[in-house]
């Protein structure tokens, strides 16, 4: 059975940093796709950034330029690095992961960035 477990969120001030992990078990040597989303109160869920396993990265507009995602194959382990933190970043982070047409969800992480 596969299982994400995030960690690293946390409250910090308008411009600070965050790293955020999310170790995954039961899964597949490198799964295809690994990733995390957010969701903010009263929204969607959406997708923040996503990693595949040959390296290829994507990113939602809006964090472009300050998020950094990587994964430590050997570990099976993602990361989501955060710079420049806003107030509008404020969302639970959700890790993903997905393999063989599956995905499967982290139960997830708050970060809030307030002053």
């Known amino acids: 059975q596969v299982q994400l477990v995030e960690s690293g969120g946390g409250l910090v001030q308008p411009g600070e940093s965050l790293r955020l992990s999310c170790a995954a078990s039961?899964?597949?040597?490198?799964?295809?796709?690994m990733g995390w989303y957010r969701q903010a109160p009263g929204k969607q869920r959406e997708l923040v950034a996503m990693?595949?396993?040959?390296?290829?990265?994507n990113y939602a507009d809006s964090v472009k330029g300050r998020f950094t995602i990587s994964r430590d194959i050997p570990k099976n382990t993602v990361y989501l690095q955060m710079h420049s933190l806003k107030p509008e970043d404020t969302a639970v982070y959700y890790c993903?992961?997905?393999?063989?047409?599956?995905?499967?969800w982290g139960k997830g992480t708050l970060v809030t960035v307030s002053s």
């Open positions: 990693c595949t396993s040959g390296g290829t990265t």
């Open positions: 039961g899964s597949r040597f490198s799964p295809p796709l």
């Open positions: 993903s992961l997905s393999q063989y047409g599956m995905y499967y």
